[in-house]
């Protein structure tokens, strides 16, 4: 496993075995190698952002790159290069295109992007865990170890925690609720009932018995009158409501009669049109212009063939033209106006033929690059016009062939489809007919229904009613007195009322007091039960860290039990080592060897075994750095000004 940086930044031409410690002073590049191994893997830094930087910004953007291969233990190059592209007006102008153009290879064939397969290196192979909160570490923890913990909903114990507490406070505020009321319910007084009131109220009483026999046949004349009437008004009722209905219908069935009339006719009138043939004259124009400007296209598979008919056509593969001919020819006598060329070798300052040619070679074959460049990119440009005609051409053909079909199965069929129409047209005309036909009688039938209910309203008579005999008549004193006392004997008896009713509703209360009471206790125990689960759960997962995460340093979780009494299972634990909160507690040593021995555990649960990398390692006398089996690119800061990869 190993990185290649051919240019990233200011780094150049380098190459990172995996693992490695990398060493030296500040601003030397030892942070610029770990960008480079997140930029190939993810194209992104090591915070999983948009670089701000990518290329040494002492250089022109002509000359700039950032070109990084990772190689795993299988063999397999993943190659990610970025840079900015140019392009050429017509009058020559160049300008910037693309700031970074960037370009996926896996073992030397383009990909869109292969970053999807390092999509755990964040997670496990950086510091991207420990910045998270410990709401969300602690979900990472329990996710990768969810097969070693025991098999328990604690989210579903939280919301039934959560659901036990509020029926908790319900029901003893209802219990509150139900007492307060029991208090205010009291009994009333029960008055007594006058001895001269009630000797009125018997000879009230004897009154009415002894005219019990004229109030007898006043309420049988009463009902027999009530009768008669009631039959007469019912009668009367019924022939109403029959004959608003008949009238109804009636209606309804001239108005269908109109409907099916007007059917008949539009049917009667309806001929059969057929389906016209669909217009292939402009379809057929368009394909003729397709196939026309396609005819005046070449399509060019070779470069050469294109550049016999197009190089001179370019103002700047021309000028590279005239340019390599001046060049040709050169000497050291006769060199080319403008160009800057020497015949003087830089190791033995002899002047010679050979070491002009050479640079002359050099030029050439620079504007030889240059002019390909161009070329293919103008013939790809021509090859798409070509191409783009050609699927147009096709597509109007094949639209043409498909409309001429249909045309010829309209005209095939047209026979059929009118003796079909003409055969629907009959049935439809006699189904009409026949309707009509029901619909008149159906008239007929109604009309002597209403004729014959509204003589049988005429001729209903009101009837005559029995009179009534004299009744007999009680004095006002003697109507007051019994009044009076059925107010009072309504008071007594609504007061006994009262007070037998708060006797039940205090018996119910009571009742309705120990249920809920029951209630409580039950939720209570549930309540007491609930936290021993969620408590059990939470100690085994601290044997779990215990066991999987164990090495030189002791990796553990302080369970908050503060926050456990309130019962609020949020951020229920923080990490610990060696007994000190992490990373509070622990020195920078302590720390980074923690973090490597935690990141070890995790990329072995989630089976990652990808690169690791660490930053702002430093060096402690007291405790060196710990890979703990990692393929781990670590960078830490020393005195040197020399850049150290070991």
């Given amino acids: 496993m190993k990185v290649i940086i051919r240019k990233f930044k200011r780094l150049e031409n380098l190459t990172v075995n995996v693992p490695a410690e990398i060493t030296g002073g500040n601003g030397i590049g030892k942070t610029s190698i770990l ?288 340019r390599m001919k001046r060049l040709r020819y050169a000497t050291p006598e006769n060199l080319p106006e403008g160009e800057k060329l020497t015949d003087i070798c830089s190791s033995c300052g002899v002047a010679s033929q050979s070491v002009l040619d050479n640079g002359i070679k050099n030029i050439i074959d620079g504007l030889k690059a240059e002019n390909k460049q161009i070329l293919e990119s103008e013939m790809r440009a021509v090859n798409g016009v070509y191409l783009t005609l050609k699927d147009e051409r096709d597509r109007l053909q094949t639209q043409l062939n498909r409309i001429e079909e249909e045309n010829k199965k309209i005209v095939e069929n047209a026979e059929k489809l009118k003796r079909a129409f003409d055969i629907k047209k009959t049935n439809q005309i006699e189904e009409l007919k026949k309707e009509i036909s029901i619909q008149e009688k159906n008239i007929v039938t109604f009309e002597a229904e209403i004729s014959d209910l509204e003589k049988q309203l005429s001729e209903l008579k009101e009837p005559t009613l029995s009179k009534l005999p004299t009744e007999l008549t009680i004095s006002d004193e003697l109507q007051e007195a019994h009044n009076e006392y059925q107010k009072l004997r309504d008071e007594i008896v609504g007061a006994k009322a009262v007070n037998a009713n708060n006797k039940g509703k205090k018996a119910l209360a009571e009742i309705e007091i120990k249920k809920m009471q029951t209630i409580l206790m039950e939720v209570d125990t549930e309540i007491i039960k609930l936290q021993e689960e969620i408590t059990d759960y939470f100690s085994n997962l601290t044997n779990v860290v215990d066991n999987e995460f164990s090495g030189k340093i002791k990796i553990g979780v302080q369970l908050q039990e503060l926050i456990i009494s309130k019962d609020e299972y949020k951020d229920v634990f923080k990490i610990t080592a060696d007994g000190k909160v992490f990373p509070h507690e622990c020195n920078g040593a302590l720390i980074n060897n923690t973090k490597l021995q935690v990141l070890a555990t995790l990329q072995r649960l989630k089976g990652y075994n990808g690169i690791t990398i660490m930053d702002n390692a430093e060096a402690n006398t007291t405790q060196s750095i710990e890979p703990c089996g990692l393929n781990l690119v670590i960078a830490r800061a020393t005195g040197s000004k020399e850049l150290i990869i070991k």
């Fill in 35 to 322: 960008e480079a191994i997140s930029f190939v893997l993810t194209g992104k830094d090591q915070n999983g952002k948009e670089f701000a930087q990518v290329y040494d910004n002492r250089v022109d953007l002509h000359d700039a790159i950032a070109d990084v291969s990772y190689f795993d233990d299988y063999g397999n190059e993943f190659r990610r290069v970025v840079e900015p592209t140019f392009t050429t007006s017509r009058s020559g102008e160049e300008t910037l295109k693309i700031m970074r153009s960037t370009r996926c290879t896996k073992n030397g064939i383009d990909t869109n992007d292969f970053s999807g397969e390092f999509q755990d290196f964040y997670n496990f192979g950086t510091d991207f865990f420990f910045n998270q909160k410990e709401t969300d570490q602690r979900a990472m923890f329990i996710d990768l170890m969810k097969s070693l913990l025991p098999d328990y909903d604690v989210a579903e114990s939280q919301l039934r925690m959560k659901s036990l507490k509020k029926t908790q406070r319900d029901t003893q505020s209802d219990i509150t609720a139900e007492r307060k009321a029991l208090k205010l319910i009291q009994d009333v007084e029960v008055k007594e009932m006058p001895s001269d009131l009630e000797a009125l109220e018997n000879e009230y009483q004897n009154l009415i018995k002894s005219s019990s026999s004229n109030q007898s046949l006043i309420s049988e004349i009463n009902r027999k009158n009530n009768e008669l009437f009631s039959s007469y008004r019912k009668t009367q009722s019924d022939l109403e409501s029959k004959l608003q209905s008949t009238n109804f219908n009636l209606r309804n069935s001239q108005n269908e009669i109109e409907r099916l009339e007007a059917t008949l006719n539009h049917t009667i009138e309806t001929n059969f049109e057929g389906y016209p043939e669909s217009d292939t004259s402009i379809l057929s124009e368009m394909l003729e212009k397709a196939n026309s400007k396609l005819s005046q296209i070449t399509y060019f598979t070779d470069i050469n063939d294109f550049a016999k008919l197009n190089a001179n056509k370019n103002p700047i593969v021309s000028e590279n033209m005239e």
